[in-house]
């Protein structure tokens, strides 16, 4: 308005100018002709006196009643560049923000969009304005949309707010990029779940060690207060000393197996690693497990040593122990009159341990989980007593050793596999 009048103003000031400037010159060239007459009448003198004294003293006037417009009219100026700055900047800021920032009306056509938006959303052209946005946003908000990004599938967070837009009501829309957030957030809940199933499997083992150690210990106590208690024959006596020494060996076994898993969860297993003979593992093994198969049925372990003998680079004791937990698993559930099969292979650098029996296989649904801590699979018309823990420090045992431990089903029972480094 200020500016608008200044110009009407402005336009009058001009022609006044013009015309006093006119009228200063006319009245000099007046002056030199009149100078030029030997005499002129006192009220001419007057009269181009008072017009040359009008003609100095009006552009003065003019300055003096224009000057406070000028300095508010150079003010405006100043604080509209300043403006036009500011608001360039934020512009600059919006369009070079690495987050999406979208403006789309209530009927969800877009009416503004800076260039990290195009990222997550694909528009079909590059005049955007006025297309319909691919998802359906309501005020107050959030969506959380998936994008594809040089090749990678990620995740995006998009928070609706209100907003104006050139004078109207709008949603602005804020997109945010959380594929590492929702990463972390899969790994903490994953962390939770193990913790969880940690917790529970707890539980289950304190109540399966509860039982394992009172069995044990119980029948040492009643066969030791029999004997206290009672006088028997050496025949009875015998055999009482006998079923307290095999009490006292399952007691030690439960025990350094709960010792052993302590010790592979907090990664403090110790290694003896050296060149080491298969066959020697194996023959080692089979002297370990010759008791209990006495105790079967016509159970038959069938292994030809090999010829030439392989080596491998190992710990004996610890891949003794692993083949001894095997071996004793497959006579356990091994049907009488059935044959048990050591085979060894060697492949590229390793050497491939496999023991196939003929028992009931491996439910299905337990394939995947035998070797994890305190699990027990349910065998069904199969009564067995463990804890749970031997599978689970083969693996942290083989584990140790870079090596590998699976197993399979087979038509007629299951097959476990170790698979451990060549000795170069």
């Known amino acids: 308005m200020i500016e608008s009048k200044f110009f009407k103003k402005n336009q009058t000031a001009k022609f006044l100018s013009i015309t006093i400037l006119a009228i200063f010159l006319g009245e000099s060239i007046i002056m030199v002709l009149i100078n030029s007459l030997p ?77 990290s938006s195009k990222n997550f959303f694909k528009f079909s052209t590059n005049d955007i304005e006025d ?103 050496d025949k009875t006596l015998k055999k009482f000393a006998k079923n307290i020494l095999d009490e006292a060996e399952r007691l030690s076994i439960l025990i350094n197996n709960v010792l052993d898993v302590s010790t592979l969860s907090l990664g403090k297993l110790q290694l003896e690693l050296e060149k080491t003979s298969v066959n020697q593992i194996i023959q080692r093994s089979l002297k370990s497990v010759s008791g209990i198969l006495q105790v079967k049925e016509n159970i038959q372990i069938e292994f030809n040593e090999l010829s030439p003998d392989l080596f491998v680079s190992a710990d004996e004791e610890k891949i003794v122990q692993v083949i001894v937990n095997l071996l004793s698993n497959a ?72 090596g590998r431990i699976w197993a399979e089903n087979h038509k007629n029972g299951a097959i476990f596999y170790v698979s451990i480094s060549l000795f170069k």
């Open 39 to 115: 005499q002129i009448p006192f009220y001419v003198q007057i009269f181009l006196d008072a017009s040359l004294l009008v003609a100095i003293t009006f552009p003065v006037t003019f300055i003096l009643l224009y000057s406070p417009l000028f300095k508010e009219v150079n003010k405006r100026k100043i604080a509209e560049e300043k403006l036009q700055l500011s608001q360039t900047s934020f512009l600059n800021l919006v369009e070079n923000n690495k987050n999406g920032i979208l403006v789309v009306d209530f009927k969800n056509r877009i009416k503004f969009a800076n260039t």
């Open 131 to 233: 297309e319909t946005l691919s998802l359906s946003v309501v005020e107050d908000n959030n969506y959380e949309i998936e994008y594809s990004f040089n090749g990678e599938l990620r995740t995006a967070e998009v928070v609706v707010s209100n907003t104006k837009w050139k004078n109207e009501r709008a949603l602005l829309l804020t997109v945010y990029d959380i594929t590492e957030r929702k990463q972390d957030e899969l790994l903490l809940q994953k962390a939770y779940d193990d913790l969880k199933l940690m917790d529970e499997m707890k539980d289950d083992l304190i109540e399966t060690i509860s039982h394992e150690l009172r069995t044990p210990l119980t029948s040492i106590l009643g066969y030791s207060e029999a004997l206290v208690d009672y006088e028997v024959d």
């Open 331 to 402: 006579i356990k559930f091994a049907p009488i009159n059935s044959l048990i099969e050591i085979m060894v292979q060697s492949l590229d650098e390793s050497v491939t341990i496999s023991i196939k029996d003929q028992g009931p296989g491996i439910p299905v649904e337990s394939i995947d989980k035998i070797f994890d801590k305190f699990f027990r699979a349910d065998f069904k018309n199969y009564a067995y007593e463990g804890s749970g823990l031997g599978l689970t420090i083969a693996k942290g045992i083989v584990d140790s050793h870079h």
